[in-house]
């Protein structure tokens, strides 16, 4: 892990555009980087009756999270429901969190918006809140128009300014947008650019962006756990994973598996996490992640507005695909 006070020497040199800077007097290989290493759920966030954010059983679930040998968390990620959180209650929660979170745990807060100039505003408020590195999103509301060139101009913009570490964020099934791989490439050159988190689970993909960056001090996080051991495989550091808000603990061991090398055993726990997943994931989402967290003794409950609670019959789907692999 980046230590603090070297980071506190370096930081105002990757800040209010001073990163070229930094990058000419120290070069990269000289740069102390984030080990991003581990596993991270991204975390969900509770709400009341009346859809506000329950503060009290975001922090009971802190306090169970905090007996699993997670890295760290995310949050303000896409299980957090951070389009539907006001910009004070993204902060909120994250500030929230890190008066939890033990201090060996990295924070990592969601800050990405549509435009380059807010991105960069509410960066800094994460940064502030307690953030040791934010995850930015690929702006996609005009997702015709981002190409690499747009994407490129936005993350140098944001990194040349955040006061923090920034880890690129691609999730084409919620963006219908895929961050081209030249410009991943480009922006791993970036002093303040860490990493990547891929949700998209395109195997070849992830381990092309890895040997094409592997001149780079980059790393590459898998985002979802349905792929974390083929990550593994092909050069993958960690991942961020829906699943692990459930089965933390069962991911971290895949994490222990895959390090020390032993793929059989890992196979086998892979398999048997595929499902529940996919069934978090792509297929039912976040309403189901919450319902699942509520049968392994955490608080998930219902999602906000517009988000609906399963039906009868995904529920019995969801349960099904738990317990037909050994976790219900």
Not at 109 to 128: H, N
Not at 265 to 294: D, S, Y
Not at 296 to 319: K, V
Request: overall charge positive.
């Amino acid at each position: 892990m980046l230590c603090a006070r070297v980071w506190g020497a370096l930081r105002p040199l990757c800040t209010r555009g001073h990163a070229s800077a930094w990058k000419r007097a120290h070069g990269h290989k000289a740069t102390a980087k984030l080990d991003l290493s581990g596993i991270y759920p991204p975390i969900a966030t509770p709400f009341t009756a009346r859809e506000d954010v329950d503060y009290q059983k975001l922090e009971e679930n802190l306090q169970k999270y905090a007996k699993i040998p997670f890295k760290g968390l995310v949050v303000q990620g896409s299980n957090g429901e951070y389009p539907y959180l006001t910009e004070e209650e993204q902060v909120e929660v994250v500030r929230t969190v890190r008066r939890s979170l033990p201090a060996d745990k990295l924070l990592m807060a969601g800050s990405g918006c549509e435009s380059t100039r807010a991105t960069v505003q509410l960066t800094e408020k994460m940064a502030a809140a307690g953030a040791d590195a934010v995850l930015v999103v690929t702006p996609c509301f005009y997702k015709g128009k981002m190409d690499a060139r747009a994407l490129v101009q936005h993350f140098t913009k944001v990194a040349d300014s955040s006061p923090v570490p920034v880890v690129l964020y691609n999730v084409p099934a919620n963006t219908g947008l895929e961050l081209p791989l030249d410009a991943v490439v480009h922006l791993s050159q970036h002093p303040n650019i860490v990493g990547l988190k891929d949700s998209g689970g395109d195997i070849t993909r992830i381990g092309l962006i890895v040997h094409k960056t592997k001149t780079q001090d980059f790393q590459v996080l898998a985002g979802s756990a349905g792929f974390l051991m083929a990550a593994y495989c092909v050069g993958a550091v960690g991942g961020v994973c829906a699943l692990a808000n459930v089965l933390g603990g069962e991911l971290c061991e895949l994490e222990r598996l895959c390090v020390s090398g032993r793929w059989e055993e890992a196979r086998l726990l892979q398999q048997r996490l595929i499902e529940p997943n996919a069934a978090v994931t792509r297929k039912l989402g976040v309403p189901a992640l919450k319902q699942a967290m509520q049968w392994f003794g955490y608080h998930g409950g219902a999602c906000r507005s517009p988000l609906q609670p399963l039906t009868d019959a995904e529920t019995q789907q969801l349960r099904g695909e738990f317990s037909s692999n050994g976790w219900l």
